[in-house]
């Protein structure tokens, strides 16, 4: 394991800290500035749609300058605005920090995306681990959150995350990495190359596909606490049957990311049967999620859900990236990424919409129907 690797996995665990973030600290934060749910909506949504924009900017920022700059800047970026969010009681002040944010979170993710496919002899099995690290960081964000406000003020606490994310700054800097800018000024990025990407079929059957996994993923996040209620959990429970949810993913990661050490069987060769089989096997476990009327057999099948979800977006990326030259790699992912960004804002909304007037349980039939979708696009 080199120090370009652990700066890899240290922006992808990074970014997960920051994806859950502000649901760790919405408490606190809200109470602090003042503000009202529809207020905190706001801060959230001007943090997801900066992701937006930087999807596709993050990504061709790295095929310019190159991942170690990108990893500074994210990783500082980052660390700057969560120090100054402990910081202030002003909401302004909390929007522009979360404007910082966002640009820095898609700096780590996809920084952290492009560079470990590169790193490993299979690029699905390097994407596979770290976006596991991602799934481990989002888990332990509302721990280590709670832990440091029962310890110290919100200001340190703050203090502390951001030195935490100031780790892949210190790992860039002594990393060795892929060269994006030559010697004597010569780019290996070329902005018509990148352009003429628009006209591969690849990369848009990538893109339609992370459309609806990453619709598919956030809208499980969003609404399993709110399906386990309908089933039977209490409070606890149902935030319980969350975790079952994101740890199932982390371990599916975890394990497809060893596998090609374990196996000798990588997963890049095989991507496309993985993708068919995993999205046929979501499905099924999704069709009895709506038919299930108690608790224990739903965790099972949310269980089953998570762990096949584990493969897909890793899975997609490395295939994806093996198409195409390694100085494009940045503007591609920011591409896929950028489709997977909306279908994570149109999806969830829609189904929060069908509840109002049907069960949760009921509109889970839109993600069986977005499952479908990513099992037909993965058999072209």
Not at 65 to 88: D, E, F, N, P, Y
Not at 316 to 339: N, R
Request: proline residues 3%.
């Amino acid at each position: 394991m080199t120090t370009t690797m652990f700066a890899g996995f240290s922006s992808l665990f990074g970014f997960g800290l920051i994806v859950a973030f502000l649901g760790s600290i919405k408490l606190v934060l809200a109470m602090r500035i003042g503000a009202d749910n529809a207020q905190f909506g706001r801060v959230i949504a001007v943090f997801q749609w900066i992701m937006v924009v930087m999807a596709i900017a993050g990504g061709v920022t790295i095929d310019l300058v190159g991942h170690q700059v990108a990893i500074c800047a994210g990783s500082l970026l980052s660390a700057i605005a969560i120090s100054w969010i402990g910081r202030t009681r002003s909401t302004p002040v909390v929007l522009g920090c979360c404007t910082l944010l966002g640009i820095g979170a898609q700096l780590l993710y996809a920084s952290g995306n492009t560079l470990l496919p590169g790193l490993f002899a299979d690029p699905s099995a390097g994407s596979s681990l770290g976006n596991a690290v991602f799934g481990l960081g989002a888990l332990l964000m509302s721990i280590i959150a709670a832990a440091l406000f029962k310890r110290m003020t919100f200001e340190r606490a703050l203090s502390l995350l951001a030195f935490v994310l100031l780790i892949p700054l210190g790992l860039a800097l002594l990393g060795t990495f892929p060269a994006t800018v030559r010697i004597l000024g010569e780019r290996t990025f070329d902005v018509t190359v990148a352009v003429s990407l628009l006209d591969n079929y690849v990369l848009w059957i990538a893109a339609l596909l992370l459309f609806c996994y990453i619709g598919l993923e956030v809208s499980m996040g969003a609404w399993i606490s709110s399906y386990a209620t309908e089933v039977g959990a209490d409070g606890t429970q149902a935030v319980h049957t969350l975790s079952i949810f994101w740890v199932a993913m982390m371990v599916s990661r975890l394990c497809f990311g060893l596998q090609d050490q374990l196996t000798g069987i990588q997963l890049t060769p095989v991507g496309g049967t993985l993708l068919v089989v995993a999205g046929l096997t979501a499905l099924v476990a999704l069709t009895m999620l709506m038919r299930s009327r108690n608790l224990q057999s739903a965790q099972v099948w949310i269980f089953v859900v998570g762990f096949v979800f584990g493969p897909i977006f890793p899975t997609t990326i490395g295939i994806t990236l093996e198409h195409f030259a390694p100085s494009t790699w940045g503007t591609l992912f920011g591409v896929v990424a950028t489709a997977g960004s909306i279908g994570a804002a149109l999806i969830p909304p829609w189904i929060g919409r069908k509840s109002t007037t049907r069960t949760m349980q009921a509109s889970f039939g839109i993600l069986r129907s977005t499952a479908f979708g990513v099992t037909a696009i993965a058999l072209i």
